[in-house]
């Protein structure tokens, strides 16, 4: 099977920005009604990725119309006194989605803290109340990566529906999330992990393969059945030091009928989708109010 090397790439960045042009109309239409929507970032300690990662969440607010709030503490900040903060964010009626971002010091119960956010300001997804929504089919906040993986499949028109799709990954952040996501479109789904015995032969069936490891050329051209849609969550340094994601990318674009790229895939989806959830938890207050 013969594919122009870039008629079937993935933009996240171009999605992307198209999304982001809806959310700052929405977010427009409800501040016209005094409703801004807000959201609260926490960050405990110095990790140099994810002070990048925060100031990005900060700017992408910005530049929608969103209301945004930067906590920086030290890392010495002891786990009572940050569930104290989240306690009275989930009060604040100016904020509409709280973020704790991921990894927190050593002497902090990441889990116990993330199930101290409201389950309605839960905008990462992570809540157990949230998880469960999306297990049994009933509204909530999807995580932010799976929720853009489903967009971009959602960018192409691409089919779920009888579709064989499988997620190398079995993490609670991508992994199961996305897993359940494909089975509401009812794609027929299997999840491969570090003890599936076979990869490739499963990975050849498939007309979606996600890949979510966070190890460089999980996937390989071999691996791929011509034309597959082939998304990488993956996010790794090359040994030139480049990003690069879980997909040897070179050989499968040959291959499979869509991939995403690294960077510039799956990674600006996931900010993006943040904006959405936040956006979503501030109209479905802006609704109750409505409706009371």
Known sequence: ?????????????????????????????????????????????????????????????????????????????????????????????SIHGILVQLPLPAHIDAHKVLEAISPAKDVDGFHVANAGALMVGQPGFWPCTPYGCMKLLESINYELKGKHAVVIGRSNIVGKPVALMLLQKNATVTVCHSATANLKAMTLQADVVVVAVGKRNVLTADMVKPGAVVIDVGMNRNLEGKLCGDVDFTGVREVAGFITPVPGGVGPMTITMLLVNTLEAAERLAHAKAAS
């Open 1 to 93: 099977m013969t594919i122009s090397r870039n008629s079937h790439l993935m933009d996240g960045i171009a999605l992307s920005k198209h999304l982001r042009h809806d959310i700052a109309r929405r977010a427009a239409a409800l501040t016209a009604h005094d409703i801004t929507p807000g959201l609260a970032v926490i960050l405990v300690g110095d990790n140099p990725a994810s002070q990048v990662y925060v100031r990005n969440k900060v700017k992408a607010c910005a530049d929608t119309g969103l209301h945004s709030v930067l906590e920086k503490y030290p890392d010495s900040m002891g786990e009572a006194e940050l569930l104290a903060r989240i306690e009275a964010l989930n009060h604040d009626a």
